[in-house]
């Protein structure tokens, strides 16, 4: 399973922002993208990063040539 979720560190601890779906004493990876709190929307390079994800999964997403689930249907 592969999640996002915002987190806040104290006391040397991250404490996630929200409730998980996780076991007590789960196992999990953590990479740590630090941002100053500042909304995407007035932070010009976030902005960018975004859009340019977004871009990137709509062309793998939207591929007419990999629709494998739509050939399935048509035959």
């Not at 996002?4 to 040397?12: F, L, S």
């Not at 100053?36 to 994800?53: N, V």
Request: charged share 25%; glycine share 2%.
């Amino acid at each position: 399973m592969t999640t996002t979720v915002e987190e806040i560190y104290e006391n040397g601890v991250f404490r996630p922002l929200t409730t998980l779906p996780l076991q007590e004493h789960a196992t999990v990876r953590l990479v740590v993208h630090s941002f100053d709190g500042t909304p995407a929307h007035t932070d010009p390079e976030r902005s960018e990063w975004l859009r340019q994800s977004e871009l990137t999964l709509l062309k793998a997403w939207e591929n007419d040539e990999d629709d494998v689930y739509n050939a399935l249907l048509t035959q």
